[in-house]
């Protein structure tokens, strides 16, 4: 952490400032045992059910109680569920719930109250953001049908034969469907609470029930912070040693460090030059293969976008090694296809994308060949010059800015125009098609190149551009139905192809979150998508 500091000195930003910072927080300072998380985002909703943000689920899992947690090895565990089996086709899960399960508030956690997390997760009523878990990554038997509203929630494929049993039928085999059981869409949703909170579900600490390690206490909406206390009812109660935790934002990496150094802040996310700066530190924990960064863009609506060569020109001309080095400097890969190396490990245990250069002749740093595709594209489209509109979140200002001079300077006669956004005006616009082109990050919820490519398929909510190939949809549906594992990665390795050789989207970067976790936390570890376990202790010294 010394070279932190000494970055810091040098730009005069003194330790106590962390503390003006918290201002009455501080007042309210946690136990010594107690836990201090910082993270650079708030969630945009903590309603499992309704949430799709990677942020939201940092914040969510604390308090959710899983059928099954993702464990240390890459692979998952039981949490409130016993066990499953499977029909020999691969599309009936059947789970057995452990004994005795219960809310944060003593009341019984059912098989019955999974049915009704499902079932709001499906309901057309909600909207829920999260729906492509049962619809893309997963389907659940009559999920369209109950999403356009042709059938009604209680035909949804999700049934409970009684308390602990929860049935759950698919309409195609899903090998990995556990690991969509691992994210907090799925935990149990008690219909009783969810009524008496008359609409105002999930947005306090007194609308909030708990079913996981943690109870929220403290929370609002447009706070800076969740506070968490020990759920003494959680099934796994006795590996969790904390009796306490505070989740906070702190969007400034400079703050972060300055809050971790004066000892307010365990755990932050580094940015940067300030993870570059800690290269070396024990402290400092990383992954870089779970979240791909990508470009896409309107294909329907925006004729330039519908443009293969103009797509072509775009991907080839960014230089992805000089962004991984300036402005991420660590914690990040270039990408120049849709699965990062060291994702996915096949049967045979080789890397599925064991060569990043698969697709060089498509998709590298290139100004030459990025500046004859662009000049046959605006030959093709009758133009001399284009203006694109790219839309973002406004916490990645910066990088948008090298993109914008990157590409400008390469591709004669283009104009960009940046557009920032806040993450949920982001996800509305592209909910509502209102784009030209935006750059968007994806988490994987399952170490396979599903959780990847899915986002692609025609009718995924997650399809912005709205991408449509006969060719691609019928590999993802072949190998979706495909049972021997060798022939079902063939499948996959040929719906990749198709994707870059269409230029579907433009892949820029693998990164995963970075940390500074303190000498003081233990028992902790990171998950194969970057995210925190939620099995920590705290040293007292």
């Known amino acids: 952490m010394a070279r932190v500091l ?14 003006g910072m918290n201002g009455t927080q501080k007042a309210q300072a946690s136990p010594a045992q107690e836990l201090n998380i910082a993270y650079s985002v708030l969630p945009i909703t903590m309603d499992g059910q309704l949430s799709s943000d990677v942020a939201d689920e940092k914040y969510l899992l604390p308090m959710s109680g899983l059928l099954f947690r993702l464990d240390s ?29 219960r809310y944060g508030n003593g009341e019984p956690i059912t098989a019955q109250d999974f049915v ?45 034969p009684d308390a602990r049993s929860l049935v759950v039928e698919l309409s ?10 691992t994210k907090a869409n799925c935990a149990p949703c008690s219909r009783s609470f969810y009524e008496s909170c008359n609409g105002e579900y999930a947005t306090s600490a007194d609308t909030l029930l708990s079913s996981g390690p943690f109870i929220v206490d403290r929370y609002e909406p447009l706070g800076m912070q969740v506070h968490y206390v020990k759920n003494p009812y959680y099934v796994n109660a006795d590996r969790v040693s904390l009796p306490g935790m505070t989740i906070r ?17 365990d755990i932050i996310q580094m940015k940067g030059e300030y993870a570059a700066l800690a290269e070396g530190d ?20 925006v004729p330039a976008w519908g443009n293969r060569n103009i797509r072509l020109a775009i991907a080839n001309a960014i230089d992805r090694e000089s962004i991984v080095e300036h402005y991420f400097q660590t914690g990040a890969a270039s990408l120049t296809r849709c699965i990062p190396t060291g994702f996915c490990v096949e049967e045979d245990g080789s890397d599925f994308a064991a060569d990043p250069e698969r697709y060089s002749d498509v998709c590298t740093f290139d100004a030459d060949r990025a500046r004859q595709y662009w000049q046959q594209g605006l030959k093709e489209l009758g133009v001399d ?6 839309m973002s979140a406004s916490q990645v200002q910066a990088l948008m800015e090298i993109l914008k001079e ?8 283009l104009t960009l125009d940046v557009r920032l956004a806040s993450p949920g005006q982001l996800t509305d616009a592209l909910s509502k098609g209102d784009f030209e082109l935006y750059f968007m990050g994806w988490a994987a919820d399952y170490p396979d190149p599903n959780s990847f490519l899915g986002i692609l398929e025609e009718g995924s909510p997650m399809n912005r551009s709205v991408y449509a190939s006969k060719a691609f949809n019928d590999l993802m549906n072949k190998a979706a139905l495909e049972t021997d594992p060798q022939k079902r990665m063939a499948l996959l390795h040929q719906a990749e192809d198709t994707v870059m050789e269409d230029m579907a989207f433009i892949p820029l970067f693998s990164t995963g979150d970075t940390y500074l976790i303190s000498e003081k936390v233990e028992g902790y570890f990171l998950t194969f998508n970057g995210g925190l376990s939620c099995e920590y202790s705290k040293k007292s010294r």
């Open 116 to 160: 009704y997390a499902f079932r709001r997760l499906a309901d057309p009523l909600n909207a829920s953001q999260g729906i492509f878990l049962i619809t893309d990554v997963c389907k659940v038997k009559n999920v369209e049908d109950v999403m356009t509203g042709t059938l009604p929630v209680e035909e949804l494929g999700v049934s409970a």
């Open 73 to 101: 090895n890459g692979g998952y565990e039981p949490d409130l569920a016993e066990g499953f089996t499977v029909s020999e086709d691969g599309c009936t899960y059947t789970i057995r719930l452990k004994e005795n399960l």
């Open 249 to 265: 934002e702190v969007a400034s990496t400079q703050e972060a460090a300055m809050c971790y150094e004066a000892g307010e802040e």
């Open 406 to 413: 990157q590409l400008e300077e390469a591709l004669p006669g």
């Open 385 to 390: 010059s284009l203006t694109i509109e790219l």
């Open 282 to 301: 024990p402290a400092l924990q990383q992954m870089t293969t779970g979240i791909i960064r990508y470009l896409a863009g309107n294909l329907k609506n």
């Open 6 to 19: 000494f970055f810091l000195a040098v730009f005069g930003l003194m330790l106590s400032g962390c503390s």
């Open 172 to 181: 195609e085999p899903c090998p990995y469907f556990p690991y969509v059981l």
